[in-house]
């Protein structure tokens, strides 16, 4: 072999193990402590696992486990009441069809959500959410999901009008969550004291704005939460809230997410999450 090859082969030889040495001295990513001294548990549209979601006995059980706030989604109604529903139609969860936004309250009213709770068939009215907010009063903490209706914000001024009814508009009792940034702005005017969380949909989480807006609280879907992302929010103290689509590996990512410190969880299975956090 000649002098030439031979030193050529020497130096690929310590560039391969300069690479290696480099790789196994990089350290993996150490989560920051959170923000929240202990995380808070979200009881997402109620204790879902257990009864019908968005209703008013789904809401009890999950005040009766002691949770940190009932979740609450919003649609309002064509003569704009605002009920408590998830999804734009009334399909899914009840035995009625047609989209919130089409059908009158005394129609919403004709229809009930259907389930299933120990073995049995369990019907219940939709909620208004003044019925909610009648039923648990200031014992209990929401966190109220705002939306657009047809592109426009035209729910906020009539959710401030109903938690200024029942003497609601109070911080440490009421948080307000949106995928709309034009939501949470009207809301910012029309109730600033309340905290505002700007939600990010599953594959959307975008880190730059989520550090940009002047929001105190980010939420993401569980998957698009890293090390990385959650200590550069937890850095400029912003509290980190997560939700879960995937009910098949929601055990999964929570613990994933405990590993994170994240600070909150809009939880479907309370007693898990209250066991993962030793509650």
Known sequence: MSKKRKILLILILIVLLLGIFGFLGKSKPV??????????????????????????????IAS???VDALEIDLRMTKDNVLI??????????????????????????????????????TMEEIPTLAEVLQTFGSKQKYYIETRLVYGETVMEEVLVRVLSEHHLLDKEIVAIQSFSEKSLEKMAVLAPDLRLTLLFKKGEFDLEKALAVDFPVIGMESTDASVEAVNALHSQGKEVHVFFNDLETLEEQQEKMKELNIDGYFTDNITFTKRLLGE
């Open 31 to 60: 989560a920051e402590p959170g923000i929240v001294a202990s995380p808070k548990i979200f009881a997402h549209r109620g204790a879902i696992d257990q009864f019908n979601e968005s209703t008013i006995t789904s809401y009890k």
């Open 64 to 66: 009766e486990q002691n």
């Open 84 to 121: 408590v529903m998830h999804d734009e139609t009334i399909d899914r969860t009840t035995n009625g069809t047609g989209r919130v936004s089409d059908l009158t309250i005394r129609e919403i009213k004709s229809s009930v959500t259907l389930g299933q709770y120990n073995g049995e068939i």
